[in-house]
């Protein structure tokens, strides 16, 4: 699913990355093909170019994150769209105030509404919900037979109606009290399927529709008929009203169009996907880890992640503004090493680098966090002049503070060397040439080997 999407994009990430900076021509390429990876993938055309727009005008704009290199701001950038393309986030199934909570399945035929059914009720009970289950399909007794078979399969009751009970109405009446009765919170609808939407089958969904006021409304499509899929739910939306979408047989779809396009074209989140035949195979849909799943570069987003979480832009530009200004003091250097620490070890942190160039020899530089934890000690024990004018630190208050901090005396020189050493090395970067510029974009604190 999504191979040959996931395959292009990563290239045209992976040219990006040998550019130097994202300028109007380099991003208008790239922009190309990322159009043409989602056409290819199936993507509706008005979803691509709304897409495409919205990265456009996010990759010229102010706001992007100066610790990123350009290639990673482009990921960053077509992730976030990817995400607000397909939801934000996952959209949960509602209940309703009052249980059984109605919740009806609706799709044209052959789609995967019967097994999609059983699939749910599996999901539900095992999510802390009683459901029961009713088909309305009443013109074929196969049908109804089918569901019986797949809720035994799950263990779940089915209610079988009386062979009075001939028309949908009915049974979802009847059901819905036994439902009542017997402490499920559930009642899930299974309706029957057509060919093509004729209004027969929309005069019937339309009534159980009114009568029940369903909670859920669950479209239920085949991915592998791509934007038919898409058409389909949107015309079923315009006349029924729907509340989401079940993709299923997404198992055997190379392209995804369809689940990349559900969303925005119908305006209705796409809730879960059925990804096989079997009652496990299903899974609520998660627009961000699709997203990332799509762009399969786990590495690169899980630091753009990090230096969003951990990476305070503001407290970073004062931090170089105090290194040039030569007012980088030991509180800083401490506050530093926490950062540091935030982001977990250093040398992982900077292996998730792709383009380190000539400061690659950092990549060797090893990180203790045992000595972090003793060189925050130390400054701990300072107080607060001698964290700011380190010069005034002699011997006699090299003593105190190693008592202070249950170190030695050779501990605290150590560290006042490193610091004065990194103080020296940052200045040095900040100063100008390409590490300094290189240095000043990442913004990351760097230590001594
Ligand atoms: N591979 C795969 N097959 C699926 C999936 N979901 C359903 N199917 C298969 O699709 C076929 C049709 O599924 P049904 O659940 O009977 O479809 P339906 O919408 O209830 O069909 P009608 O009631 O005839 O309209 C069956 O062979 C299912 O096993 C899925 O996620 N993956
Ligand atoms: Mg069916």
Aim: no cysteine; aromatic share 4%; charged share 30%.
């Amino acid at each position: 699913m999504f191979d040959n999407l996931s395959e292009k994009l990563q290239r045209v990430f992976k040219n990006l990355r040998g550019e130097g900076k994202l300028t109007a021509e380099n991003m208008e390429a790239a922009l190309r093909e990322i159009r043409m990876a989602l056409l290819e993938a199936d993507v509706h055309f008005r979803v691509v170019k709304q897409l495409i727009e919205s990265i456009r005008e996010k990759s010229m704009g102010e706001d992007v994150l100066s610790a990123l290199s350009p290639g990673q701001q482009v990921v960053k950038i077509v992730r976030d769209e990817l995400i607000k393309m397909l939801g934000s986030h996952q959209s949960r199934l509602r209940f309703a105030n009052e249980p059984p909570t109605v919740m009806m399945i609706v799709g044209l035929q052959g789609s995967g509404k019967t097994t999609s059914t059983g699939k749910l009720a599996k999901w539900l009970s095992r999510n802390g919900h009683n459901p029961l289950l009713v088909s309305v399909d009443v013109y074929r007794p196969a049908a109804r037979q089918q569901l019986a078979v797949i809720a035994r399969d799950v263990k779940l009751p089915i209610y079988a109606g009386t062979p009075e009970e001939t028309a949908p109405v009915d049974l979802v009446r009847s059901a819905r009290r036994e439902a009542a009765q017997t402490g499920r919170d559930v009642l899930l609808v299974d309706t029957a399927g057509r060919l093509h939407i004729d209004e027969q089958l929309m005069r019937e969904l339309r009534e159980l529709h009114e009568q029940f006021s369903p909670t859920e409304t669950l479209f239920v499509a085949d991915a592998m008929t791509g934007q038919d899929a898409v058409k389909s739910a949107d015309e079923f939306h315009k006349q029924l009203g729907i509340t989401g979408v079940i993709l299923t047989k997404m198992d055997g779809d190379a392209r995804g169009g369809a689940a990349l396009s559900v969303r925005s074209v119908t305006g209705q989140p796409l809730k879960f996907v059925g990804t096989g035949e079997k009652p496990d195979a299903f899974e609520p849909f998660h627009p961000d880890r699709v997203a990332s799943r799509i762009l399969g570069m786990g590495d690169v987003l899980s630091f753009i992640e990090k230096v969003e979480q951990n990476i305070d832009q503001k407290q970073a530009e004062e931090m170089q503004r105090k290194l040039i200004d030569n007012e980088f003091t030991l509180e800083d250097f401490r506050d530093q090493l926490r950062q540091i620490r935030k982001l977990g070890p250093l040398e992982s942190l900077l292996g998730m680098m792709p383009n380190l160039g000539p400061m690659k020899d950092l990549k060797n530089v090893k990180v203790d966090d045992k000595e972090i934890t003793r060189i925050v000690a130390i400054i701990d024990s300072m107080t607060e002049r001698e964290r700011f004018n380190h010069m005034i630190i002699n011997g006699a208050r090299r003593r105190r503070i190693a008592k202070g901090s249950g170190t030695s005396v050779q501990d605290v020189n150590n560290l006042l060397k490193q610091y004065a050493q990194a103080r020296k090395m940052m200045k040095s970067f900040t100063g100008g040439g390409f590490l300094g510029k290189r240095l000043g974009k990442l913004k990351l604190p760097m230590l001594q080997p």
